[in-house]
């Protein structure tokens, strides 16, 4: 028993990789602890949550994903345009250039990228404001990843309980409880693809920014 929901219809439930989650489950109620690290929670962060269905927890932590790193994207230019001008115009410049270069390859419809343009990007990247938004970014994405990875299995053992004793509720018959397990349950591509969407588009949009 995980609770008072006999393990076998949490496996109903979860379907795919359910003795994986089934086990983890019941180890860790054995050792009442809300940490089991999952390597599939942990690389996979508010995208397994969707992937999951736990699209609620997901919209969260990918909210603040997006605020940290649009939060970065913004102070930190403004701080080096004033605490050291001359890297902030340098950055500002180098920026300008490389927009109106792609504004003119795509206008020209040019067959082939100029060197010019690989060097302007690479002088971007390395540039400090640059880096420093990187780090931002890959320490706010580490300390999600690594957050779902300790807890993503009890946030998700939340899930499947409350929304089997939900499904007991409302089911008339054993064929409807069976049949609403299997539908609520399991995983989903599609739940996945709008956020994938989304964060792509993010990234798209800040790195004009």
């Known amino acids: 028993m995980i609770e008072d929901i006999p393990a076998s219809e949490v496996a109903e439930y979860i379907q795919k990789d359910s003795s994986?989650?089934?086990?983890?489950?019941?180890?860790?109620?054995?050792?009442?602890?809300?940490?089991s690290?999952?390597?599939?929670?942990?690389?996979?962060?508010?995208?397994?949550?969707?992937?999951?269905?736990?699209?609620?927890?997901?919209?969260?932590?990918?909210?603040?994903y997006f605020l940290v790193s649009f939060s970065a994207s913004l102070i930190i230019p403004t701080v080096a345009s004033f605490a050291n001008?001359?890297?902030?115009?340098?950055y500002f410049t180098l920026a300008t250039e490389l927009t109106n270069l792609m504004t003119h390859l795509i206008e020209s419809g040019a067959a082939n990228i100029p060197a010019e343009y690989y060097e302007l990007v690479?002088?971007?990247?390395?540039?400090?404001?640059?880096?420093a938004s990187s780090?931002?970014?890959?320490?706010?994405?580490?300390?999600?990843?690594?957050?779902?990875?300790?807890?993503?299995?009890?946030?998700?053992?939340?899930?499947?309980?409350?929304?089997?004793?939900?499904?007991?509720?409302?089911?008339v018959n054993s064929v409807s409880y069976h049949m609403y397990l299997r539908q609520r349950g399991n995983i989903s591509i599609i739940n996945l693809m709008l956020?994938?969407?989304?964060?792509?588009?993010?990234?798209?949009f800040t790195s004009y920014l």
């Open 20 to 35: 994986k989650y089934v086990g983890k489950m019941l180890d860790m109620q054995e050792k009442n602890t809300k940490l």
């Open 37 to 64: 690290w999952n390597w599939a929670s942990a690389l996979g962060s508010f995208f397994w949550c969707f992937y999951r269905k736990m699209t609620g927890l997901g919209t969260i932590l990918l909210g603040i």
């Open 85 to 90: 001008p001359e890297m902030y115009n340098e």
């Open 122 to 131: 690479w002088q971007m990247m390395s540039s400090p404001l640059m880096i």
């Open 135 to 171: 780090v931002v970014n890959v320490a706010a994405i580490l300390i999600i990843c690594v957050t779902t990875g300790f807890f993503g299995t009890h946030f998700y053992k939340k899930k499947v309980l409350k929304d089997i004793r939900t499904i007991r509720r409302v089911s």
């Open 195 to 204: 956020p994938v969407m989304i964060y792509m588009m993010y990234t798209m």
